[in-house]
């Protein structure tokens, strides 16, 4: 029988990371047994999931704790079964209030506890680093600013890149999106993604659709797609469509293919999150928006240290795409914003050889990088 190694993902974005990373573990290990919170993505590579992931995929601070309940004892479940039957190691990936709180608990009991992807640490609650120190064996960073502030807390760390800029093109295939979405001769291409969550596309869904109602007035031939990551996310779309009905705007909702969509568009307006990421990947320009809950917001902005939500800004280190946030995320706001980047190629230019340099920085193999941080506390283990 192969080691057993437990891991916990709960969003999309972690699910297929931790895929990627357990097919590369297990060109050192093919029978390795990999175990506990999971989504598709890692159970087509051969996880074993005991909870659904979707239970762990919770927005803010008012969301967390309407399920805290719930998600504590599926936490306290989840490590009696690991101190009974304990694993060779446990790797969370992200989910960090979830999984910190495990690791630090296997960490005292001799397992080692590996951590992928950092807290945000570098934008709020620094605070957080001594506990993280006392939790984790080893972290692994997406990005490489990160590790310098482990280092300097004393956890080992190791940077391993982002795993889209493995798989995403130097150069995107623009035209070829456009015919696989079917896109023509036309006017601008707006490419709308209100969010992965169902609490995000609920906050969003209104507002994007008041927004491209503006654009459309100024641009009669503009299309807009709306790729949507789930059945859920999509009925709650539609419904904000019937609702407004009266606006009559040409929005295409798509099933899936955000990248395509992404690529085929002129301009992109993305929630805050990964998939501001893959639009920087995909060299595309850009708005970010974010709408919560008036008490996360507050207390996020509170404990802020970086003036950025974006990744692309929070990367570059400055403002390269505009970020309209909460309350000033008005459809106006958000049409000038969406509108300025297709008045200014030269711009535009300047940001997609931005996009260029970052990809190229963020490009390191990150699954086979992770593997080889990760197989060293596996010796002696069963390895």
Same mark, same amino acid.
């Given at each position: 029988m192969g080691l057993r190694i437990a891991m916990v993902a709960g969003e999309a974005s972690s699910d297929l990371l931790a895929s990627h990373l357990i097919r590369a573990l297990k060109r050192h290990l093919p029978d390795a047994e990999f175990f506990g919170i999971g989504g598709p993505k890692m159970q087509a590579a051969g996880f074993n999931s005991l909870w659904p992931a979707e239970k762990l995929s919770v927005h803010g601070y008012v969301d967390a704790l309407k399920?805290?309940?719930e998600l504590s004892a599926i936490r306290r479940s989840l490590l009696d079964r690991l101190l009974k039957d304990p694993p060779a190691a446990f790797i969370g990936v992200d989910a960090p209030d979830f999984s910190l709180w495990l690791e630090r608990r296997l960490k005292d009991k001799g397992i080692p506890a590996i951590h992928f992807v950092s807290p945000s640490i570098w934008a709020w609650r620094k605070g957080r680093l001594k506990g993280i120190a006392r939790a984790v064996s080893h972290m692994l960073c997406l990005f490489p600013f990160e590790p310098e502030l482990y280092r300097t807390a004393g956890v080992p760390v190791s940077y391993v890149g982002h795993p889209l800029a493995d798989v995403f093109p130097l150069v995107p295939d623009r035209a070829g999106a456009r015919e696989? +979405?079917?896109i023509h001769k036309g006017g601008p291409v707006f490419t709308f993604l209100p969010g992965s969550r169902q609490s995000e596309v609920r906050n969003l869904a209104d507002t994007y659709i008041a927004t491209a109602a503006v654009l459309h007035e100024r641009h009669p031939d503009a299309r807009f797609l709306v790729p949507l990551a789930t059945r859920e996310t999509r009925l709650l779309f539609e419904e904000a469509l019937r609702r407004h009905a009266h606006l009559d705007v040409p929005i295409r909702i798509l099933f899936g293919h955000a990248v395509e969509a992404m690529t085929a568009a002129d301009v992109v307006l993305v929630a805050?999150?990964?998939a501001s990421l893959e639009?920087?990947?995909l060299k595309r320009p850009m708005v970010i928006t974010y709408k919560m809950g008036k008490w996360s917001f507050r207390l996020?902005?509170?404990?802020?240290y +970086?003036?950025?939500?974006g990744l692309p800004n929070v990367l570059a280190g400055?403002?390269?795409v505009p970020e309209v946030l909460q309350d000033a995320a008005t459809p106006q706001a958000l049409a000038d914003a969406l509108d300025g980047w297709l008045t200014d190629p030269a711009r535009t230019a300047e940001l997609t050889t931005i996009f260029t340099d970052m990809h190229l920085q963020l490009r390191q193999d990150t699954a086979a990088k992770a593997a080889a941080a990760i197989l060293p506390y596996l010796r002696g283990r069963g390895l």
């Amino acid at each position: 029988m192969g080691l057993r190694i437990a891991m916990v993902a709960g969003e999309a974005s972690s699910d297929l990371l931790a895929s990627h990373l357990i097919r590369a573990l297990k060109r050192h290990l093919p029978d390795a047994e990999f175990f506990g919170i999971g989504g598709p993505k890692m159970q087509a590579a051969g996880f074993n999931s005991l909870w659904p992931a979707e239970k762990l995929s919770v927005h803010g601070y008012v969301d967390a704790l309407k399920n805290y309940r719930e998600l504590s004892a599926i936490r306290r479940s989840l490590l009696d079964r690991l101190l009974k039957d304990p694993p060779a190691a446990f790797i969370g990936v992200d989910a960090p209030d979830f999984s910190l709180w495990l690791e630090r608990r296997l960490k005292d009991k001799g397992i080692p506890a590996i951590h992928f992807v950092s807290p945000s640490i570098w934008a709020w609650r620094k605070g957080r680093l001594k506990g993280i120190a006392r939790a984790v064996s080893h972290m692994l960073c997406l990005f490489p600013f990160e590790p310098e502030l482990y280092r300097t807390a004393g956890v080992p760390v190791s940077y391993v890149g982002h795993p889209l800029a493995d798989v995403f093109p130097l150069v995107p295939d623009r035209a070829g999106a456009r015919e696989l +979405l079917q896109i023509h001769k036309g006017g601008p291409v707006f490419t709308f993604l209100p969010g992965s969550r169902q609490s995000e596309v609920r906050n969003l869904a209104d507002t994007y659709i008041a927004t491209a109602a503006v654009l459309h007035e100024r641009h009669p031939d503009a299309r807009f797609l709306v790729p949507l990551a789930t059945r859920e996310t999509r009925l709650l779309f539609e419904e904000a469509l019937r609702r407004h009905a009266h606006l009559d705007v040409p929005i295409r909702i798509l099933f899936g293919h955000a990248v395509e969509a992404m690529t085929a568009a002129d301009v992109v307006l993305v929630a805050s999150g990964t998939a501001s990421l893959e639009a920087a990947l995909l060299k595309r320009p850009m708005v970010i928006t974010y709408k919560m809950g008036k008490w996360s917001f507050r207390l996020m902005r509170r404990m802020a240290y +970086l003036p950025w939500v974006g990744l692309p800004n929070v990367l570059a280190g400055r403002e390269v795409v505009p970020e309209v946030l909460q309350d000033a995320a008005t459809p106006q706001a958000l049409a000038d914003a969406l509108d300025g980047w297709l008045t200014d190629p030269a711009r535009t230019a300047e940001l997609t050889t931005i996009f260029t340099d970052m990809h190229l920085q963020l490009r390191q193999d990150t699954a086979a990088k992770a593997a080889a941080a990760i197989l060293p506390y596996l010796r002696g283990r069963g390895l």
